[in-house]
């Protein structure tokens, strides 16, 4: 998306919604690398994971579904793949939840989550987000529903009980990999 589309939509379109959603993470892993006290560096894992969790469940919730149902069948290969990257983001941050500072693979669980995390927004923004602004949807009515499903999911992860020193990343409830991943959501 370049700089004057960007200003061009609304701050709740899903695509601006959604790249908004990437430089916060992006800038929340910076702040991780130059964070010298451990406390903060806790905290802001934990915020990171938080942020992924939810970010995922609203692609997989909404963006994917209706994306699956108006995207044509050479591009249905870029929604497999999302899903699966989602599902290893996912496994990364089970692996991080609980885990202290000291805990001896912590460091390269976030290394290796913010690569992954890397790959999976410059090939969305590069491949899957042009497909999806020629596709028709309604990526405003979208982003508006994003938008509400992602202030419950938030307020979700905040009211789940935060231990101190170690990384807090509470999962939200899914269905299986394989079943997400076939829903397709027709626009009301």
């Not at 995922?56 to 793949?81: F, H, K, M, S, T």
């Not at 987000?129 to 028709?136: D, M, N, R, S, T």
């Not at 992602?150 to 905040?158: G, P, Q």
Request: aromatic share 6%.
């Amino acid at each position: 998306m370049g700089l004057i589309e960007a200003f061009l939509k609304s701050d709740h379109h899903a695509i601006k919604l959604l790249m908004r959603d990437h430089r916060e993470v992006d800038a929340l892993f910076l702040e991780y690398e130059k964070a010298d006290n451990v406390t903060h560096k806790m905290s802001l894992v934990s915020r990171i994971c938080q942020s992924l969790t939810v970010h995922a469940d609203i692609e997989e919730r909404i963006l994917y579904p209706a994306a699956r149902a108006v995207l044509g069948q050479n591009d249905q290969d870029l929604l497999d793949e999302a899903y699966v990257e989602h599902a290893t983001l996912k496994g990364l941050i089970i692996r991080l939840d609980g885990l202290r500072h000291s805990d001896p693979l912590f460091k390269g669980y976030v290394s290796v989550l913010k690569e992954y995390v890397q790959h999976h927004v410059k090939e969305e923004e590069r491949d899957f987000f042009p497909k999806l602004e020629k596709a028709g949807l309604n990526l405003e009515q979208l982003g508006l529903r994003m938008m509400d499903l992602k202030e419950r999911s938030m307020a979700l992860l905040k009211s789940e009980p935060q231990q101190t020193g170690v990384v807090n990343a509470p999962a939200l409830p899914a269905l299986p990999l394989e079943e997400r991943s076939q829903q397709v959501m027709r626009e009301s």
